[in-house]
């Protein structure tokens, strides 16, 4: 009996159709001329606004010099931090804040430089024979800085007058800063982190209380405590906390002083003067 399939398993005209579908594929995806047409000027106008786009997006984020600097000066020395460590010599033109101590063998700073402690180990062995002005420190802010004599920037100039047995009344003293003597007694008994030193001492010092300087009313020679704001610190009672001594003004109070004994002295010369010719005395 004859096989009734037909040949080719019965596929002929699946393949057929398949062979139709691909043939028209392939005309579709063939692009006419129109189509390339239409594509060319497409790629053509987007090529020519790109110049137009780059040179907008450069000029929005650009900035001149003048900009740069504008920004820069707005900028709090905290702004930027570098680790200590990094900074080991160079040029800072801007105020810089570190997150440590700067250790370096030449640094230049054109703006601020600010930290919580300065140490400068060269100063003290450093001989200065040109010429040179007095050192201060501002307290609120702990700006090195000098203090100007000259009459150009005073104002509201006035004798200034004391009362010389106050001055006279300030009694110099010796005495030992406890810190030094902590870390003296510490090194004689070998306490971390020093070596033992029998012959380990405090040093001693010369000089005032300020406590009996503000009580004797000498305030202009005292220096009290002061928040970062630069306002006094004050007990609770109100009262200013006495924290150190002006010692370099205290030669005004000496120099005060010295008047008014050569006014004294004047004026008994005077008496005895006038003295010596009531009694016809040759003296």
């Known amino acids: 009996m004859p096989d009734p399939r037909p040949a080719g398993g019965g596929f002929e ?3 057929q159709d398949t062979k139709e579908q691909r043939s028209r594929l392939r005309r579709v995806e063939q692009p006419s001329g129109t189509m390339l047409s239409r594509l060319l000027e497409t790629v053509t106008n987007r090529l020519a606004q790109i110049p137009g786009e780059v040179q907008a997006a450069i000029t929005n984020l650009s900035m001149t010099k003048a900009d740069i600097q504008a920004a820069l000066a707005t900028k709090s020395d905290t702004a930027h931090k570098h680790a200590a460590e990094d900074i080991t010599s160079g040029t800072l033109a801007n105020p810089v804040a570190t997150t440590g101590p700067v250790s370096a063998a030449s640094l230049t700073s054109s703006g601020d430089l600010r930290g919580a402690t300065l140490y400068a180990s060269g100063a003290p062995g450093y001989n200065i024979t040109g010429t040179r002005v007095a050192a201060w420190w501002q307290s609120a802010d702990g700006r ?3 203090a100007s004599s000259s009459e150009r ?3 509201n ?4 007058t004391v009362d010389p047995e106050r001055v006279l009344q300030v009694v110099p003293v010796f005495y030992q800063y406890r810190e030094a003597v902590w870390v003296a007694e510490s ?3 070998g306490a971390i982190p020093f070596a033992y030193d029998p012959n380990a ?3 001693l010092e010369v000089g005032f209380i300020a406590e009996r300087l ?3 009313g000498l305030w202009e020679f005292v220096v009290y405590q002061r928040t970062t704001s630069g306002t006094l610190r004050t007990t609770d009672g109100g009262q200013p906390i006495p924290d150190g001594i002006h010692y370099i003004n205290w030669g005004i109070a000496l120099q005060a002083v010295a008047r008014w004994e050569r006014d004294q002295r004047e004026t008994l010369e005077r008496r005895v003067d006038a003295l010596a010719t009531h009694l016809d005395l040759d003296i």
């Open 13 to 15: 005209r699946q393949a």
């Open 144 to 146: 090195a800085g000098t």
């Open 153 to 155: 920037y005073k104002t």
């Open 157 to 160: 100039i006035e004798p200034w």
């Open 187 to 189: 090194q004689k008994v």
């Open 201 to 203: 001492h405090a040093p």
């Open 214 to 216: 503000h009580e004797l």
